[in-house]
Nanobody, 126 residues
Framework: QVQLVESGGGLVQAGGSLRLSCAVS????????LAWFRQAPGKEREFVGG????????FYADSVKGRFTVSRDNGKMTVYLQMNSLKLEDTAVYYC???????????????????WGQGTQVTVSS
């Protein structure tokens, strides 16, 4: 139903910044709440941050609060993840995900999201 394509991953030094993008296609972009997840080597997938359908609400994992920012541009049908002050432990494959929801609650469990991108690798080096 909804398709998502991530881009912007790469290699960055610790303390640096990177901005990920996720292009979203669907019947109506604004119908979807959007979120970012990541999966590090040897770890399970974890929630990073999410944003509501109208951008009015955001929620972040404690590990990235103050460093990462999720935003969306409904005109460009794109959701972003701005990552600052990157740490080695931020190394992971990052995925964007979508669910059809027009409320303000951001859910951190991946099971609630019906659409997933292919992922983009972020590697943080010392």
């Amino acid at each position: 139903q909804v398709q998502l394509v991530e881009s912007g991953g790469g290699l960055v030094q610790a303390g640096g910044s990177l901005r990920l993008s996720c292009a979203v296609s669907g019947r109506t972009f604004s119908n979807y709440a959007l979120a970012w997840f990541r999966q590090a080597p040897g770890k399970e997938r974890e929630f990073v941050g999410g944003i509501s359908w109208n951008g009015g609400s955001t929620f972040y994992a404690d590990s990235v609060k103050g460093r990462f920012t999720v935003s969306r541009d409904n005109g460009k049908m794109t959701v972003y993840l701005q990552m600052n002050s990157l740490k080695l432990e931020d190394t992971a494959v990052y995925y964007c995900a979508a669910r059809q929801y027009k409320g303000s609650v951001i859910l951190a469990a991946g099971i609630h999201y019906g659409g997933w991108g292919q992922g983009t690798q972020v590697t943080v080096s010392s």
